[in-house]
């Protein structure tokens, strides 16, 4: 029982981590569980439910961890809230600056994994992400998505589920999806105001991402390691594209202050936890 209730403990203070992290720009659940090294559990945990659905630890342990996560995510979304509507700049590019740094952990399980060959190669297969994101953000699809009747529901739903997907890849950040399908602004505020409808469709639509897409990406990182971390790499330098914000009016005194800054302290931030914790257990 006590080993029972010391794993229990364990993945209510990881929900509590995932969660709050799933709320930033920059950050997932995938990227904090694999800077940390419990990235297994993440994906195990909700893999399991379609591996052995008919235990009930296996429900209690998804129960524990979903619950927690959204503690994690509301308690986060208080500061975040206000944060984000008093410093919306600043704001926008520390989540660049973490986005940018958190490829850091990728490049270093591609080098591990490949040869050079094959790590130019996987490199030069990533640009067609990178240019497929920015013509997408220039696009801009978020402006045409409506935000009211059942049309914007079943939009919220997708978004959930493809926020978990982007949650469950390292460097990969569901907030930045969110952002992308034009849903940030309502999923923080459902959070944060506890609006039951919304977050009745978050947990659902995010529990069928979680499970769905765990099984599927422990399937794809083990038989195509190389490819997949090569394309989750693409992937993050290219969500970086939809948190640009600027004013074309901008001094370069506003420039500095309000964005390459902070650029500067989100990207020395990740990379310090990655430097200082993560390098570390694995030398």
Do not use: C
């Not at 240019?131 to 529901?153: A, C, R, W």
């Not at 952002?179 to 009745?200: E, H, K, S, T």
């Amino acid at each position: 029982m006590l080993k029972v209730n010391r794993r229990l403990i364990f993945l209510f203070l990881l929900g509590l981590m995932f969660g709050g992290a799933g709320l930033i720009p920059g950050f997932s659940s995938g990227t904090i569980a694999y800077l940390f090294g419990v990235y297994p559990v993440l994906i195990g945990t909700y893999a399991s439910l379609l591996k052995s659905p008919k235990q009930l630890s296996t429900w209690v342990d998804v129960g524990v961890l979903l619950v927690a996560m959204g503690v994690g995510a509301y308690l986060t979304s208080i500061v975040v809230n206000y944060v984000y509507t008093a410093f919306y700049y600043q704001v926008m590019w520390v989540f660049i600056g973490f986005v940018i740094a958190s490829i850091f952990p990728l490049l270093d399980k591609i080098k591990r994994i490949s040869s050079n060959k094959n790590l130019v190669f996987s490199f030069v297969s990533v640009l067609p992400i990178i240019l497929g994101v920015f013509l997408i953000n220039e696009f801009k699809p978020q402006t045409l998505i409506p935000t009211h009747g059942f049309l914007s529901v079943g939009i919220f739903f997708v978004s959930a589920m493809l926020a978990a997907l982007g949650g469950l890849l390292p460097g990969v950040s569901g907030s930045v999806v969110w952002m992308a399908l034009g849903q940030y602004p309502r999923f923080l505020f459902a959070i944060n105001r506890i609006v039951f409808a919304d977050i009745a469709i978050f947990i659902v639509g995010s529990l069928v991402g979680y499970v769905f897409f765990s099984s599927l990406i422990e399937k794809v990182l083990d038989k195509y390691p190389l490819i997949s971390y090569t394309l989750l790499t693409g992937l993050t330098l290219a969500s970086s594209l939809w948190l640009i914000e600027y004013q074309s009016n901008w001094t370069l005194l506003d420039w500095m202050t309000q964005a390459i800054v902070p650029l500067i302290i989100g990207f020395v931030v990740v990379l310090l936890v990655y430097k200082n914790y993560m390098v570390k257990k694995e030398g």
